[in-house]
């Protein structure tokens, strides 16, 4: 398979090759034709449009800047998946990333299919004028594919409210008279966007981590402790305990996965080190993650760089290397930067029995084999970042429904669709060899596989 995630979704397709209680109807030659059928329909997008988006700049010039919009699979619902405005955007990207939200959805019964989109820009070059121009030539040369029950986009790096409620705007002319509330998530909440969407992927990260060790561990204890499988004992090893926390990224995701780690009131957890994409900043003792944030919030996301910064906002830390946080001696490390961030040239450095995946794909492949081998536990992207999108797919209910949710009706409900994805996986995951990873890809190719049998898809 071609994409990122097809040797994973390959990996599972073998798995339940084997599991004769999976499509059962199916036997010997046509079991086979039916697998192939399966790899094919998801190794491959149902749709890929690339256009130019026609752009005068400010000072005269026209540019043409290339756009894209994959839309992966649509078996479970309409497609869904965020656009994002970056100058390193790929077509092959664009369709790695489609393809992961497919999975992600199905994996936690929400009912969308997997989209992406991207423009090849980087925004910060760009003025709020031509920033809004090529938001809206991007729904205008899309409109075709986009709608509420079609495709539904949300935001994405580069891309936030403002974006989304000009390409709602947009949305909104070319359609006139028809439903337009639900075509983008990740709005304004003037503009009918949901309480929390903004704190949801970070909760969520969080919240895997605390329900793993909190919950499930602690309610299984004496199942844990007979246990020989290598995940389990490095669960159980981080429970009843102060585990110390190193975050990547103090963006969206991490500034808010620190702040619940900080005020966590279930897991004794102490967060030792962030880093963004200036320094890391640690403090053996525990950084005052308030003050940090307050400091971002003033200072265009950035956290202090210079001792003198740090004593007039009264922080204590050290100030080390960007990289630095990624190596530190932590029980848990989250991820909540950038792609490939742990790979096979660096691995061998991370001494951080426990990571979480807050942002796509952090750790490759290849390295998360030598992690996963060694028995750290990685709690993977498709499983720990959903939170983001399933808020998204409240706010389009949303939308729908013209009625709206209280802050804390969306976090019970966020919390609720994640604990019944983890209630289904953890048992199963702490029961055999396979790395989390792989078991949530296993029991989402296998929904997606049961749904597109009962489309008649798969022959
Ligand atoms: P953000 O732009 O708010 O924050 C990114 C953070 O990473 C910033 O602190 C930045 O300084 C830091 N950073 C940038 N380059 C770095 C580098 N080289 N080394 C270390 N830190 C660096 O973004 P976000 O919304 O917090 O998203 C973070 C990641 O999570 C992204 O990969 C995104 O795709 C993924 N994600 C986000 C959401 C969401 O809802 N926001 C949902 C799913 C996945």
Redesign the pocket.
């Known amino acids: 398979m071609a994409s990122k995630y097809g040797e994973v979704v390959q990996e599972s397709l073998n798995a339940l090759l084997e599991d004769e209680s999976f499509l059962p109807n199916f036997k010997e030659e046509e079991r086979k034709k039916a697998f192939t059928s399966l790899e094919s329909i998801l190794s491959t997008p149902n749709q890929i449009q690339k256009s130019f988006l026609r752009v005068p700049l400010e000072n005269g010039k026209v540019l043409r800047i290339p756009a894209f919009r994959v839309q992966h699979n649509n078996a479970v619902g309409p497609y869904k998946g965020g656009i994002r405005f970056h100058e390193t955007v790929r077509e092959d990207e664009v369709i790695n990333l489609a393809t992961l939200m497919t999975l992600k959805n199905t994996l936690h019964d929400v009912p969308f299919g997997g989209g992406k989109g991207g423009v090849v820009i980087n925004p910060r070059e760009f003025t709020e004028k031509e920033l809004h121009t090529i938001s809206k030539k991007y729904v205008h040369n899309f409109s075709d594919i986009l709608g509420p029950d079609k495709d539904i986009p949300a935001p ?2 580069g891309t936030g409210e403002r974006e989304m409620d000009w390409m709602m705007g947009e949305y909104k002319s070319i359609h006139p008279g028809r439903p337009y509330r639900g075509s983008f998530t990740g709005k304004s909440q003037v503009n009918g966007g949901s309480l929390g969407r903004r704190e ?2 970070g909760k969520g990260v969080y919240y895997t981590l605390r329900y793993m060790l909190h919950n499930f561990v602690n309610e299984n204890e004496e199942w844990f402790k007979k246990n020989e499988n290598r995940f389990a004992k490095t669960a159980l090893n981080h429970t009843n305990r102060q585990l110390t926390v190193g975050i ?7 500034s808010v996965a620190a702040l619940e780690s900080y005020t966590c009131n279930y897991l004794d957890t102490k967060v030792v080190a962030v ?4 320094v890391t900043l640690y403090n053996e003792e525990g950084l005052d993650i308030k003050a940090l944030i307050e400091f971002t919030s003033q200072h265009e ?2 956290l202090p760089t210079t001792d003198e910064a740090l004593s007039q906002s009264n922080i204590k830390a050290e100030i080390q290397d ?1 990289e630095d946080v990624l190596y530190l001696d932590t029980d848990v490390l989250i991820l ?4 490939e961030q742990i790979r096979e040239d660096n691995v061998d450095k991370v001494k951080a029995r426990m990571i979480v995946e ?3 794909g952090p750790v490759t492949l290849e390295a998360d084999r030598k992690l996963s081998d060694d028995g750290v536990l990685i709690i993977p ?1 498709i499983l720990a ?1 959903a939170g ?1 999108v399933i808020v998204s797919y409240f706010e389009w209910l949303q939308g729908r429904e013209t009625q709206f949710y209280s802050e804390e009706e969306v976090f019970t409900m966020l919390f609720k669709k994640m604990k019944e994805t983890m209630d289904n996986i953890y048992p199963q995951f702490f029961s055999d060899p396979f790395p989390l990873r792989q078991n949530c890809y296993i029991h989402s190719v296998m929904k997606l596989s049961n749904i597109l049998y009962r489309h008649g898809k798969l022959y």
């Open positions: 994405d790096v949801a992927t990547q990224g103090f963006g969206n995701v991490g880093s963004d994409r200036n996301g950035d960007r909540a930067a950038l792609e807050g942002a796509n992207d970042n983001g």
